[in-house]
């Protein structure tokens, strides 16, 4: 399964992006998927994430009440919503699969991963 993340950009604080995260060779549909994100200097870290079911979704802390993971299945696409940006959000976002039935929140728990959209916000 080759990964494709997009949608990263420049944008000011408190604004808003959506990115997208699209599968070739294979369906979502028995897959979880994975964004994390890696800032500079930093080790990645997990943002959110949706079951293979899409019955159950997980946000590391940062994520919580400003981020929304959603599948459109008939796209064959995740998407990460990101609402109320910080400049502390600025990293690059990465999608991740893995065959696990639940939503993992470290990295190794992912087998295949997407090249990365960079996100940027101004302060």
């Known amino acids: 399964v080759q990964l494709q993340a997009s949608g990263g950009g420049l944008v000011q604080a408190g604004g808003s992006l959506r990115l997208s995260c699209s599968a070739s060779g294979r369906t979502f549909s028995r897959y979880t998927v994975g964004w994390f994100r890696q800032a500079p200097g930093k080790e990645r870290e997990f943002v959110a994430g949706?079951?293979?079911?899409?019955?159950?979704?997980k946000y590391g802390d940062p994520a919580k009440g400003r981020f929304t993971i959603s599948t459109d299945n008939t796209k064959n696409t995740v998407y990460l919503q990101m609402n109320s940006l910080k400049p502390e959000d600025t990293a690059v976002y990465y999608c991740?699969?893995?065959?696990?039935?639940?939503?993992?929140?470290?990295?190794?728990?992912?087998?295949?991963w997407g090249q990365g959209t960079l996100v940027t916000v101004s302060s």
């Open positions: 949706i079951s293979w079911s899409g019955g159950s979704t």
């Open positions: 991740a699969i893995t065959i696990l039935r639940y939503v993992g929140v470290v990295a190794s728990n992912y087998d295949s």
